[in-house]
């Protein structure tokens, strides 16, 4: 089956940048994992697809691990925040969404959450946050949705910002229009 295919490449990628354990995937079919650099160390980000479309907020669990540079230092540590998370299915402030998909309601709120989450780790380990995203697309457009989460990733040592090891990256989970069944 497609899906465990998916599962086992994301569990497999999750254990080559050292987390000691995959997560597991609810059986809302939500699947996948995906890498990215970032300063100096790499991003992983678990699931990278979500289905159902159901309209439910779903969590995005976010890994950041650099390398530890001078293990003889102490005090080194790498920081993880989550910036702004957009989809294109709407404007940046989450308004406009297209036809289909379902205007979000005061009661709803938008169809993401998590910005300005923030995780620290001794660096050589891994740091971990989360965002959430709505599993939902518009059903008129064909491509299905397509969430953005900006993540800004960083190095201290000693409580001191160490401006070379410090980067962003964007990471994108996808709400496909159908399961490429038609």
């Not at 609810?26 to 970032?38: E, F, L, P, R, W």
């Amino acid at each position: 089956m497609q899906v465990n295919k998916r599962l086992a490449l994301g569990a497999a990628a999750i254990a080559a940048v050292g987390l000691a354990a995959a997560p597991s995937f609810a059986a809302s079919h939500n699947s996948g994992s995906n890498t990215t650099a970032c300063a100096d160390g790499t991003v992983t980000w678990t699931p990278n697809v979500l289905w159902a479309p159901n309209h439910k907020m779903q969590t995005i669990d976010i890994y950041y691990t650099a390398p530890a540079d001078n293990p003889a230092v102490a005090g080194d540590q790498t920081t993880i925040t989550v910036g702004a998370i957009t989809d294109d299915q709407a404007a940046s402030d989450g308004s406009g969404e297209l036809q289909g998909s379902g205007q979000p309601t005061d009661k709803q709120g938008l169809d993401w959450a998590g910005t300005g989450n923030t995780a620290t780790s001794d660096e050589g380990s891994t740091a971990h946050t989360t965002a959430q995203v709505r599993a939902e697309r518009s059903g008129t457009d064909q491509s299905g949705r397509t969430y953005s989460i900006q993540v800004m990733c960083s190095e201290s040592n000693n409580g001191v910002p160490m401006a070379q090891d410090s980067g962003m990256a964007t990471l994108t989970v996808t709400v496909p229009h159908d399961q490429g069944n038609n």
